[in-house]
Structures are given as structure tokens and as C-alpha cells.
């Protein structure tokens, strides 16, 4: 008879690409994850993994075997948080993962009273900036920002995320304070890489959509590390509002007084249809929602940008 913790462990193993980071998830030594997998090829009488220096993929077999394990695994984590929900409790696992700099800053510490009111699930939050596969990885809830490409996911808004030009007090002493989109054309930029065109900024005025190319100084793919080199006083960016309004409340960066507002983006819960009655994940999107606020409060505590 196969042991389910074995299943379980083979389906953490597929979806984290890997033993090593598997164990980690898992909060297990590599040694018990590649004990585990071993007794269940040797249970099942078929390799399920093709193991090399460089990656892990799947047998036939193990493609086969996969799909109805990680079925059984997600059905059975929801019929333990349903009995748990009827007691008004949230339990087991929740994994979550959202942009680096939103994650640190605003995600995280929106956590943690969630947590403490709800003790009994184990959350694993994953901070990066690439593009994360919902499904594929086995993510509870993803947090996005930007526009979404058509979907079978659902999403939900949990509110919206502005953007603003800033630059430091000594570059606008010394090189002029920009007024006019026009104006950002003659100053030396810290843009983002992550963008799809990184140095083309783009403006809305009278509703009427438009852009203007920038000249880099700096390229980088992390807004906080973009945001220190503006205060350092090494030119101007266009950042959201809930990365730069901590430095332009405490006047390490001010906003530049544009005529023109910098696009507006929205920020985003994902999460499978699959996911759509999970009552943890309902939960935290609900709680996100209300932390947050739309208006966010990071824009109220900007004192408004410009």
C-alpha cells in the first residue's frame, strides 16, 4: 500500500523543480525527500523520474502517476481545511507569491496579522520578479501588478497602484526641476528593465495616451535599488507610488510637478478556478483588500503626488 506522505513528497518534488528546493519547502532534510521518492519507485515497481547533475524530469510513468497524485494531494488538503473551516478555523498549507519590492514593503507585513489570527496555516511566501506559472507551480494565490493577459485564472483587484516621476533635492537643485514630460527628455534616468520597452515612459493627459523615451543612466530590475539611486542623486525615475512615498514623505525625493499623470497600473490577487471556494485563500484576499485600501494607504501617507 502506498504511504501518502510519499505521494505527497513526489508532488512537491515535480512542482519545485527539484529534491533540494522540495526539501526546503517541505521543511525536510534532502536525505528524507530522496528516501521517500526511492520508496515509492520501489512500491510502485517504476522509475518516476528521470535524475540528472542538471535537472529532474519525468518518466512516462511519472507523468501518469503525477496527475493523479497531485490530484489526490489537493483534494485531500482541501478536505482537511473544510473539516477545520466548519470550526470557524483556517489550516494547512497556503502558498503565496508576489514581485520582490511590493512583498517586502507592503505584502509581508500585511501578513503577518493574518497569521497570528490564523496560526494554524503554513504559509510559504515566495518573493520574486519573474512571471510566475499559478497552476504549474502549485501557488495558492499569486499578487501581479500591470495589465493581465487573458485567463482561466480569476482575478481580483486589491487595489490600485500609481506611479510618479521623483528625483532627489540636490539633483533638482542642480539640474532643474522638471515640469513638463517634455522636460524628462534632457535628464539622465533610472529605469527599470523588467518592462517590456523600459525606457519609453508612458503618460495619460485628457485622456489621451502618450510616451516619451528617456536617456538611462542606470538600468536595474529592482524598484527599491532604483529608488536609492535617485535619492544618491543619480537622476530621475518613474516608480510606484508605494515604493517611492516613504523617501517623498520623509524628503529624501520629491515628486516632479508633471502636467501630464504617468499611467496608472492596478494591482492584482490570482488564483485558479480550482481555488475559487478555498476558504483561506478567500480569506487573505479579503484581508489584503482591507489593509491595503483603495485608495492605498501608502498614497495617503504620500500626502498626495503630483
Same mark, same amino acid.
Not at 146 to 175: F, M, N, Q, T, W
Given at each position: 500500500?502506498?504511504?501518502?506522505?510519499?505521494?505527497?513528497?513526489?508532488?512537491?518534488?515535480?512542482?519545485?523543480?527539484?529534491?533540494?528546493?522540495?526539501?526546503?519547502?517541505?521543511?525536510?532534510?534532502?536525505?528524507?525527500?530522496?528516501?521517500?521518492?526511492?520508496?515509492?519507485?520501489?512500491?510502485?515497481?517504476?522509475?518516476?523520474?528521470?535524475?540528472?547533475?542538471?535537472?529532474?524530469?519525468?518518466?512516462?510513468?511519472?507523468?501518469?502517476?503525477?496527475?493523479?497524485?497531485?490530484?489526490?494531494?489537493?483534494?485531500?488538503?482541501?478536505?482537511?481545511?473544510?473539516?477545520?473551516?466548519?470550526?470557524?478555523?483556517?489550516?494547512?498549507?497556503?502558498? #503565496?507569491?508576489?514581485?520582490? =519590492?511590493?512583498?517586502?514593503? !507592503?505584502?509581508? /507585513?500585511?501578513?503577518?496579522?493574518? $497569521?497570528? +489570527? @490564523?496560526?494554524?496555516?503554513?504559509?510559504?511566501?515566495?518573493?520574486?520578479?519573474?512571471?510566475?506559472?499559478?497552476?504549474?507551480?502549485?501557488?495558492?494565490?499569486?499578487?501581479?501588478?500591470?495589465?493581465?493577459?487573458?485567463?482561466?485564472?480569476?482575478?481580483?483587484?486589491?487595489?490600485?497602484?500609481?506611479?510618479? #516621476?521623483?528625483?532627489?533635492? =540636490?539633483?533638482?537643485?542642480? !539640474?532643474?526641476? /522638471?515640469?513638463?514630460?517634455?522636460? $524628462?527628455? +534632457? @535628464?539622465?534616468?533610472?529605469?527599470?528593465?523588467?518592462?517590456?520597452?523600459?525606457?519609453?515612459?508612458?503618460?495619460?493627459?485628457?485622456?489621451?495616451?502618450?510616451?516619451?523615451?528617456?536617456?538611462?543612466?542606470?538600468?536595474?530590475?529592482?524598484?527599491?535599488?532604483?529608488?536609492?539611486?535617485?535619492?544618491?542623486?543619480?537622476?530621475?525615475?518613474?516608480?510606484?507610488?508605494?515604493?517611492?512615498?516613504?523617501?517623498?514623505?520623509?524628503?529624501? $525625493?520629491?515628486?516632479?510637478?508633471?502636467?501630464?499623470?504617468?499611467?496608472?497600473?492596478?494591482?492584482?490577487?490570482?488564483?485558479?478556478?480550482?481555488?475559487?471556494?478555498?476558504?483561506?485563500?478567500?480569506?487573505?484576499?479579503?484581508?489584503?483588500?482591507?489593509?491595503?485600501?483603495?485608495?492605498?494607504?501608502?498614497?495617503?501617507?504620500?500626502?498626495?503626488?503630483?
Amino acid at each position: 500500500m502506498l504511504k501518502l506522505e510519499g505521494m505527497e513528497t513526489f508532488v512537491a518534488i515535480v512542482q519545485a523543480g527539484s529534491i533540494s528546493e522540495a526539501a526546503r519547502r517541505l521543511s525536510l532534510s534532502k536525505s528524507v525527500v530522496s528516501g521517500r521518492l526511492a520508496e515509492l519507485e520501489a512500491r510502485l515497481g517504476a522509475r518516476l523520474l528521470h535524475r540528472s547533475t542538471r535537472k529532474l524530469t519525468l518518466t512516462e510513468e511519472g507523468a501518469a502517476f503525477y496527475e493523479t497524485a497531485a490530484r489526490i494531494s489537493h483534494e485531500l488538503a482541501d478536505a482537511t481545511a473544510a473539516i477545520a473551516e466548519r470550526t470557524g478555523d483556517l489550516v494547512g498549507p497556503l502558498r #503565496v507569491a508576489a514581485p520582490m =519590492s511590493f512583498g517586502t514593503m !507592503h505584502l509581508g /507585513p500585511a501578513l503577518y496579522p493574518f $497569521l497570528n +489570527r @490564523h496560526p494554524r496555516i503554513n504559509l510559504l511566501l515566495d518573493l520574486n520578479d519573474r512571471m510566475t506559472d499559478v497552476v504549474g507551480e502549485g501557488f495558492d494565490l499569486v499578487v501581479r501588478i500591470g495589465k493581465l493577459a487573458d485567463s482561466r485564472l480569476i482575478a481580483r483587484k486589491l487595489c490600485s497602484s500609481r506611479r510618479c #516621476v521623483v528625483l532627489s533635492p =540636490s539633483y533638482a537643485a542642480e !539640474h532643474g526641476m /522638471p515640469r513638463t514630460v517634455a522636460d $524628462l527628455e +534632457r @535628464h539622465q534616468a533610472i529605469t527599470y528593465t523588467n518592462m517590456r520597452v523600459y525606457d519609453e515612459w508612458q503618460f495619460v493627459r485628457e485622456r489621451r495616451t502618450f510616451g516619451v523615451r528617456v536617456k538611462n543612466a542606470l538600468q536595474v530590475n529592482n524598484g527599491v535599488v532604483q529608488r536609492e539611486a535617485v535619492a544618491a542623486g543619480l537622476g530621475i525615475a518613474m516608480l510606484p507610488t508605494f515604493i517611492a512615498s516613504e523617501a517623498v514623505k520623509e524628503g529624501r $525625493l520629491v515628486a516632479a510637478p508633471l502636467e501630464a499623470e504617468p499611467i496608472e497600473d492596478t494591482i492584482y490577487a490570482i488564483y485558479s478556478p480550482n481555488q475559487h471556494l478555498a476558504t483561506k485563500v478567500r480569506a487573505l484576499v479579503d484581508h489584503l483588500r482591507t489593509v491595503f485600501r483603495d485608495p492605498p494607504y501608502w498614497d495617503a501617507e504620500m500626502g498626495g503626488v503630483t
